[in-house]
């Protein structure tokens, strides 16, 4: 394993294993003004939710690693507090991408990437017409961690309005993961598409609490032949099966076999797959 020590790698080398280790990023499309009014659009992926109440997010416009100065977006936060985050869909990708050139303070990014404004109900910065979700957020905060080159400044904001398309809601009016079709970033030029070739579910144990792979059959806790992933599955169970349950679901099996218990880990059925377990191991 390498292992290495920031303080001992020039800035890009660690930024680069930084940026390729960890991903995907969301990204902040972020939309402000400067004292003038004059539009300024940018995307960050040093960006994320970090509470619900209230409901706060944080990104960072870092300091060129090449220049040591900083981003418009900074600057104009700093004097007028205001921002909308508008996420980023796979449609408006390239666009997107196009707004993060270095261009001068004063250019309208909107007009350099043919996006449409669309004035906020609460702040002065304009919304994306082409984002699904756009989210007015007032300014708390300014965070700088340094006046080095490649070193992040935390913008906090707290969140005034939420605009969501109709278009990416399900029956419960609740966003549907499956439509909205976000993308996030990667290591150098590299992108993610959240869509049904990336995305898998996986049960929370929210108000359950799983036994345990502690608590899991000496047999099938040591089986060099079942994954971590395949014991973390059984683990989660809220209760071991009982005989009763173990015997029921043998009934319905003609040939118990380990190929089958994985199959049904990969369905995630955990107690078929526990019962045909204890039958071959």
């Not at 290591?187 to 990336?198: L, V």
């Not at 218990?261 to 995630?268: H, I, P, R, T």
């Amino acid at each position: 394993m390498l292992t290495l020590d920031p303080k001992e790698l020039p800035v890009p080398k660690l930024h680069h294993y930084l940026l390729g280790s960890i991903g995907p990023r969301p990204i902040a499309f972020a939309s402000t003004v400067d004292k003038e009014g004059n539009r300024n659009l940018a995307p960050f992926s040093f960006f994320n939710v970090f509470s619900a109440n209230p409901p706060i997010l944080i990104f960072s416009p870092a300091r060129s690693g090449r220049t040591n100065t900083t981003k418009n977006t900074h600057d104009n936060v700093k004097d007028v507090a205001e921002v909308v985050i508008n996420v980023v869909t796979y449609d408006m990708v390239h666009q997107m991408s196009l707004t993060s050139s270095p261009f001068e303070a004063g250019v309208d990014e909107f007009e350099k990437a043919r996006f449409t404004p669309v004035a906020s109900d609460t702040i002065r910065p304009y919304r994306v017409k082409e984002s699904p979700v756009q989210i007015e957020c007032k300014v708390l905060e300014v965070k700088e961690l340094g006046k080095d080159g490649g070193a992040g400044n935390l913008v906090i904001c707290e969140v005034q309005k939420i605009h969501i398309a109709e278009e990416v809601l399900d029956e419960n009016q609740m966003v549907d993961q499956q439509k909205i079709d976000l993308v996030s970033r990667m290591g150098g030029n590299w992108y993610c598409r959240a869509n049904d070739a990336s995305m898998f579910e996986v049960d929370k144990p929210i108000t359950t609490i799983g036994v345990g792979v502690d608590a899991l059959p000496e047999q099938i806790r040591t089986s060099n032949q079942l994954t971590g992933n395949e014991l973390g599955i059984l683990g989660n169970m809220a209760s071991l099966p009982t005989d009763e349950d173990i015997k029921k679901a043998l009934a319905v099996i003609d040939t118990p076999s380990f190929s089958l218990a994985k199959d049904f880990l990969a369905q995630n059925k955990p107690q078929q797959a526990y019962a045909v377990l204890l039958r071959v191991l």
